[in-house]
């Protein structure tokens, strides 16, 4: 069945290309992209169309950091640098995930929530509970939200209230992997919370599992001084804090490691030289007094940056809040350091949030041909009427004052949710 999407059409193409499209027409064949026209073809205008009249049509975000059991708390205790901070709310709200009708209400309102927001690709850590865990993926695979989600991996360094022996991890991480066949939208991805978190014998035991089966990892880079001073105490043999996760197998291009606040030229040499990617949380990295990362400066050195709202240390599940945060930390840094390059583009920030993304999970750049559809429909008309403004400069103006009630239509997989 051939269907179409009319408005002004905007793809991240690379880091520094928007793909812009005036008054044109997304083309779908069964769900799927056939391709973008400026007027229908002969040979499809029988499309069924469906006009959005001025209004933007974009690629739908990809949130790839971010924590499925904090979302509850998300906007408290701000006053907390980030051990504090795990210790004081992060903690003890995840363990009550421990309960499976406690996580089924409130997962279920999350992965509603992320559609609202018009996030439809994910790669998110759970608690430490399997089953949870497996509840989250149900949820977030009935709202339409795609991509991966990690049981969590601790065995040390936790309350004990949420920690588990090296063996329980093993096994039940052997467990949720076996359970997890049965999902098509949402995948598995190992996660180790952070290397102070996971004994040697855990780590070692991930990186072998990954190996096996060729899984993807996701975990934490330094973020925080506070933590890359445990990590040297915890690995005395590990020169730099990426070299743990590198000794036990877990630091290649199937890796995402989230905030990377101070890795210096040698540590993001590394990254790019394995094609791990990094991931930039603007907004935890200043909620939890971390820092402010390099972006512009990975950027330029080739690395695939992908873009995190990090809820719960991160106050906002909206990526477009998310990218404006981006933009304003970059300009921060550059501030700080007297360098106007230190600021990222529009293009940039749009790409970390979507075609970033979309290339860790495997799909092509912007609304790649042959793909099932993956876009929002955002109304920006009701801002006032600029002459001559470009299409550009509609989309960062909508980045720093649209929210989700702006966005008309969400679509995932090629079917639309909202």
């Given at each position: 069945?051939l269907?179409a ?5 905007l793809?991240?193409?690379s ?6 499209h005036p ?5 779908l ?9 400026p007027?229908l073809?002969?040979?499809i205008?029988?499309?069924?169309v ?5 209004a933007?049509?974009?690629?739908s975000?990809?949130?790839m ?5 904090q979302?509850?708390f998300m906007g408290?205790?701000m006053?907390r ?9 992060a903690f003890?709200?995840e363990?009550?995930y ?8 409130k ?8 559609i609202q927001?018009g996030?439809?690709r994910?790669c ?9 865990t497996l509840?989250?993926m ?9 991509g ?9 360094n936790?309350p004990p ?11 039940e991480?052997?467990r949720?992997?076996?359970?997890c ?12 919370r ?7 014998e855990?780590l ?8 096996e089966?060729?899984l ?6 330094s ?5 890359i001073?445990l ?5 005395p ?16 291009s ?5 905030h ?6 040698r540590?993001r040499?590394?990254?790019r030289?394995?094609g791990?990617?990094p991931?930039?949380?603007?907004s935890?990295?200043n909620?939890l007094?971390s820092g402010i990362s ?5 950027l330029?050195?080739g ?5 995190g ?15 404006a ?20 583009s529009?293009?940039?920030a749009?790409?970390?949030a979507?075609g ?8 092509g750049?912007?609304?790649?041909a ?5 876009a929002?429909v955002?109304?920006?008309?009701g ?7 470009t299409?550009?400069?509609r ?5 720093y004052?649209?929210d989700?009630?702006h966005?008309r239509?969400v679509?995932s ?6």
């Open positions: 069945m269907t999407l009319k408005g002004n059409i793809e991240a193409l880091p520094d290309t928007l793909g812009i008054n044109s027409y997304l083309v064949e069964d769900g799927r992209v056939a391709g973008i026209y007027v073809p002969d040979n205008t029988e499309a069924q469906e006009d959005f009249g001025d933007l049509i974009l690629q975000f990809a949130d950091h971010l924590h499925g059991p979302y509850e408290t205790g006053d640098p980030l051990l504090q901070w795990l210790d004081t709310y003890p709200t363990a009550r421990a309960n499976i009708d406690y996580a089924r209400e997962y279920r309102i999350l992965a509603h929530d992320l927001n996030t439809t994910v998110m850590f759970s608690s430490l509970h399997t089953d949870a509840i989250l149900e949820e977030l695979e009935k709202a339409g939200v795609t991966y989600v990690g049981k969590v991996n601790m065995d040390r936790a209230y949420l920690c588990e022996t090296t063996e329980e991890s093993e096994r991480t052997l949720w992997l076996e359970k066949k049965r999902f098509t939208l949402v995948k598995p991805i190992l996660t180790p952070f290397a102070p978190s996971c004994s040697p855990l070692s035991f991930l990186g072998k599992l990954k190996e089966r060729d993807p990892v996701q975990s934490h880079l973020e925080n001084t506070g933590e001073a990590v040297a105490q915890l690995f043999d590990c020169r730099q804090y990426w070299e743990v996760y590198d000794k036990y197998g877990l630091f290649d199937k890796t995402l490691m989230a990377c606040v101070h890795s210096d030229r540590e040499a590394a990254m030289m394995r791990v990617h991931v930039h949380c603007a935890s990295n909620s007094m390099p972006v512009a400066d990975m330029r050195e690395q695939a940056v992908c873009l709202s990090d809820v719960s240390g991160g106050t906002t599940l909206s990526m477009l809040h998310t990218m945060n981006s933009i304003n930390a970059s300009k921060d840094r550059g501030s700080m350091k007297q360098d106007v390059s230190q600021a990222i529009i293009e940039q749009y790409y970390m979507t970033a993304g979309q290339a860790f999970l495997g799909h750049i912007g609304f790649q042959g793909e099932p559809l993956h929002i955002l109304d920006d008309t801002l006032p009427k600029l002459p001559n403004i299409l550009r400069e989309l960062l103006r909508a980045v004052r649209l989700d009630r966005i239509a679509y997989e090629g079917v639309r949710r909202l």
